[in-house]
C-alpha cells in the first residue's frame, strides 16, 4: 500500500536488467525499505542488480523468471511476483526494451516491435489485472521521446515506443477511476549501457535523473513525465517541423 | 460479511479519521452510517443505546436539552459511535475521564468467527478492548450503551491564558489541569527562539446555570451549533503556507487576551471549532494534508520540544498544532492514549521532505516510549508499529479468536501489516 505521503511498499521491475528500472527501483525503496521484485529473462544474472538495490535501502530483493515474448506467461509471471511480495504490489515498473541495430531497420526489426510493443501490451494488461483485482497499484511506463515524434535514424525502436506509449496513455484512461494509476515516463538520451558507444544527444541525462523525476510525478499523481522537462517544450517545436527539415536531424 | 472476498470487509462511519482506517481497496466497506437509530435513554442512570452509525452530532442534538454530554467528544462532532469505539478517541478531558472506550458499558459487535457478540469490560473484557482501539478489525460495531455525563448547561466556562514558551505552558498544564474538566493548550509551532513553543492554554468545565447570564438562563440547554460557514472547492493549492499560517498564528496568539478567567462560549465552539467551516479541509488545496499525533510519557518532555523545534527551524507551517497531557491508559492494546504528553500536528502534504521529517520523529517517539495515534496515522514504518504498541500480540491473540480467517481487512491493516 503506498503511504500517505507515496512512500511504497513493494515494486516489481519488469525487465530487471533495465538500468532505468533499476534506477527507479532504488529511488522506490528507499523510504520504506520495499520489497522488489526483479523479473528477467535470466533470473539467476539478476545477482549484481540485486546486492546494489539491497545497498540502495531495499528491504529484501526476490527474482523472477520473465520473457517479454511469451505473452502467455505474463499473468503467470505477475502473479508470481506478487506471491514473492507476499502481499500488495504498489508499483510494476515496465522497463524492458530493445533497441535492437541502433533502432534502425537491421534484421532484428520484428524482434524489437514484439519485445517493445506486443511485449508491453501484454505485459501491461496483466499488471492492469493484478492491480485492478487489489484496488490500487500504480504502472510506471518506460516510453522514449523516440516515440514522440518518429526520426529516420531509429524509426524501427521509435516506433514501437510510439505505439507502447499510446497504450500506456490509453490504459490509463481506461484504468481511470479504479485506484490503479499509469505514469508513462519520457527520457531524452540516457547515459547508459544501451546507448553505450553512440554519441550523446544533446541534453543527454542520467539513470538517476529519470528516476528522481519519475518519483516526484508518482507523488504528484501525474500521468506523463519528461526527462529531463524541457524536452517537453522541444517536442512541440518539433512535431511540427515539416517532414524534410525533420529527415535531416541528425542521430 | 458473506459477501466480502478474498479483499475483505472493514466497517466506515462518517470518513473522519485521517488516515486510511475505513478504506478497504479491492475489498468490500460497510457504510454503517444507515444505522443511525437512538434506541433507549435512561435518564436515571445517564445512559443511552445507540446504534453504531449514529454521529456524536446526532446524539448531541437530542440529548444535550436532556441535561446530557458525551463523557468524551474528540475535536468534530462528525464521527459515529462505531468509529469513536474502533478508534477509542479522546478529547480534551482526558486526563480526567480518559477515552470514549472507557465510558461504553456494552456493545453488540458481529464478528466474522463467533457471530453476534455483546461485549462488556467485565463479563469479556479481552474481546471488548480488543475491540475498543481495535480500528475496526474485530468486526463490525453495531450497537453501543454509553454512559454520559450530566451538564446543566451547554455553555463551557473558560480560562485562558498566553504562555511565553512551551516550558511555561507544560509548567501551566501540569499545575492546573487536575483543576479542570477539560485543558488544551494551542501551540504557535513557527514562533522561534526564545518563544518557541509559545501557547495559548484553555482550560475549561460545564458552566452552572448560575454562571449564566440572566438572558441565557432561560433556555440553558439549547444547543442548536451552526456549521453554515463552507470552504470554497476553489481553494489554490498552497493557500495554507508558511507565510499564511505564520501570520494566522501571530493573530491567534496576539488577539487572545493575556489571560481570562470564566469567559463563557457555546459547547460546540469550545469543542469542535472546525466544524463551523464545513470541508475545512478543501483549504489544503488538492494535495491536502497530513495529521502527525503522538504521545510521549512523562518526563519525555524534551521529545516534544525537539519536535516543536525541528519544525520551527524547518519553517514547517503546522495550522495550529495541540498539545495536551494525557490522563491513565486503559487495557485497550491498540488503544493510543497513554499518561504524558501528546501533540498533534496538521501539515501540509506538499512540503518538501515531509516524509523523512516524520520518519525521524517517529524514531524519537518510539525512542522516548511513545507512540503515534493509528486513527490519524497515514505513514508509519510499519515496523515500528510493534514498538510502539507492545500489546499487538495479545491483540493479535485475541483477534484471531473473533476472526480467525482475517475477513476484516483495511487499507490500514495491509499497509502496517502487524494488524493483518
Keep these: 500500500m503506498r503511504d500517505g505521503l507515496g512512500a511504497v511498499g513493494s515494486v516489481v521491475v519488469l525487465g530487471g536488467s533495465s538500468e532505468l528500472g533499476l534506477a527507479i527501483a532504488a529511488e522506490l525503496c528507499r523510504d520504506r525499505h520495499a520489497t522488489v521484485v526483479l523479473a528477467g529473462r535470466r533470473p539467476d544474472a539478476l545477482g549484481a542488480a540485486s546486492a546494489r538495490l539491497v545497498g540502495a535501502g531495499a528491504g529484501r530483493v526476490e527474482t523472477v523468471a520473465f520473457d517479454a515474448l511469451d505473452t502467455a506467461s505474463h499473468d503467470r509471471v ?27 531497420p537491421g534484421e532484428d526489426a520484428t524482434l524489437v516491435a514484439a519485445t517493445n510493443y506486443v511485449g508491453a501490451v501484454s505485459a501491461g494488461l496483466a499488471a492492469a489485472r493484478l492491480l485492478r483485482r487489489q484496488g490500487h497499484g500504480a504502472i510506471v511506463a518506460l516510453s522514449s521521446v523516440a516515440g514522440e515524434r518518429v526520426r529516420k535514424a531509429n524509426f524501427v525502436y521509435g516506433s514501437s515506443k510510439a505505439g507502447m506509449d499510446g497504450f500506456f496513455q490509453g490504459l490509463g484512461d481506461w484504468l481511470a477511476g479504479t485506484g490503479v494509476e499509469v505514469l508513462v515516463v519520457r527520457p531524452g538520451f540516457v547515459r547508459t549501457k544501451m546507448t553505450a558507444g553512440m554519441k550523446p544527444a544533446p541534453l543527454a541525462t542520467t ?32 512535431r511540427h517541423l515539416p517532414r524534410p527539415l525533420w529527415r535531416r536531424v541528425p542521430g | 460479511m458473506a459477501a466480502a472476498g478474498e479483499r475483505g470487509l472493514i466497517g466506515r462511519g462518517l470518513g473522519r479519521s485521517y488516515g486510511d482506517a475505513a478504506q478497504n481497496a479491492g475489498g468490500s466497506v460497510a457504510l454503517m452510517t444507515g444505522l443511525d437509530g437512538i434506541v433507549d435513554v435512561d435518564l436515571g442512570s445517564a445512559t443511552v443505546t445507540v446504534e453504531a452509525g449514529a454521529s456524536l452530532d446526532r446524539l448531541m442534538r437530542v440529548l444535550v436539552p436532556l441535561g446530557l454530554w458525551p463523557a468524551v467528544t474528540p475535536g468534530t462532532r462528525y464521527v459515529t459511535i462505531g468509529g469513536a469505539i474502533a478508534s477509542d478517541v479522546h478529547g480534551k478531558g482526558h486526563h480526567l475521564d480518559g477515552t470514549f472506550g472507557s465510558h461504553v458499558r456494552s456493545m453488540e459487535v458481529v464478528t466474522p468467527g463467533k457471530g453476534p457478540m455483546t461485549l462488556t469490560p467485565h463479563a469479556t473484557p479481552e474481546e471488548f478492548w480488543a475491540t475498543a482501539g481495535g480500528m475496526g478489525l474485530t468486526g463490525l460495531i453495531r450497537r453501543a450503551t454509553i454512559e454520559m455525563i450530566r451538564i446543566d448547561t451547554a455553555m463551557i466556562s473558560v480560562d485562558s491564558v498566553r504562555t511565553a514558551d512551551l516550558e511555561a505552558t507544560m509548567a501551566l498544564m501540569v499545575e ?27 482550560f475549561g468545565d460545564h458552566a452552572a446555570r448560575d454562571d449564566l447570564p440572566p438572558r441565557l438562563r432561560t433556555r440553558p440547554l439549547e444547543f442548536r451549533p451552526s456549521d453554515s460557514l463552507r470552504a470554497p472547492p476553489w481553494a489554490p493549492p498552497g493557500l495554507l503556507n508558511r507565510w ?33 467551516v464545513a470541508e475545512w479541509n478543501r483549504m489544503y488545496g488538492r494535495r491536502g494534508f497530513v495529521q502527525y499525533q503522538f504521545v510521549v510519557p512523562d518526563g519525555q518532555e524534551d521529545t516534544v520540544r525537539r519536535v516543536v523545534e525541528s519544525l520551527a527551524r524547518r ?98 491493516s495491509r499497509r502496517l501489516g502487524g494488524l493483518a
Design chain 1, 78 to 104: 505477475l502473479a508470481e511476483a506478487a506471491a514473492a511480495v507476499g502481499g500488495d504490489v504498489d508499483v510494476v515498473v515496465v522497463a524492458f526494451g530493445l533497441l535492437g541495430a541502433s533502432g534502425g
Design chain 2, 315 to 412: 519553517r514547517c507551517a503546522s495550522f495550529l498544532a495541540v498539545l495536551k497531557r494525557f490522563g491513565e491508559a486503559n487495557p485497550a492494546p491498540l488503544s493510543f492514549p497513554r499518561p504524558g504528553w501528546t501533540l498533534a500536528l496538521d501539515l501540509p502534504a506538499g512540503i518538501e521532505g515531509l516524509g523523512s521529517l516524520l520518519d525521524g520523529f517517529d524514531e524519537k517517539v518510539a525512542e522516548a516510549g511513545g507512540r503515534v495515534y493509528l486513527a490519524k496515522d497515514s505513514r508509519l514504518r510499519p515496523e515500528l508499529l510493534e514498538v510502539m504498541y507492545p500489546g499487538l500480540g495479545r491483540w493479535r491473540e485475541v483477534r484471531d479468536r473473533l476472526d480467525p480467517e482475517r475477513l476484516m481487512q483495511s487499507d490500514l
Design chain 2, 244 to 276: 499564511t499560517v505564520a501570520a494566522f498564528n501571530e493573530l491567534w496568539y496576539r488577539k487572545a487576551p493575556p489571560r481570562t478567567k470564566g469567559h463563557l462560549v457555546g459547547a460546540a465552539t469550545f469543542f469542535h471549532p472546525l466544524d463551523r
Design chain 1, 207 to 238: 539513470a538517476e535523473r529519470v528516476a528522481a523525476e519519475t518519483v516526484r510525478a508518482l507523488r504528484a499523481g501525474r500521468g506523463v513525465v519528461w526527462v529531463p522537462p524541457v524536452l517537453r517544450l522541444l517536442f512541440i517545436i518539433f
Design chain 2, 176 to 202: 492546573r489541569d487536575r483543576h479542570h474538566r477539560y485543558s488544551v493548550a494551542w501551540v504557535d509551532c513557527l514562533a522561534r527562539g526564545a518563544s518557541l513553543g509559545r501557547s495559548i492554554a484553555e
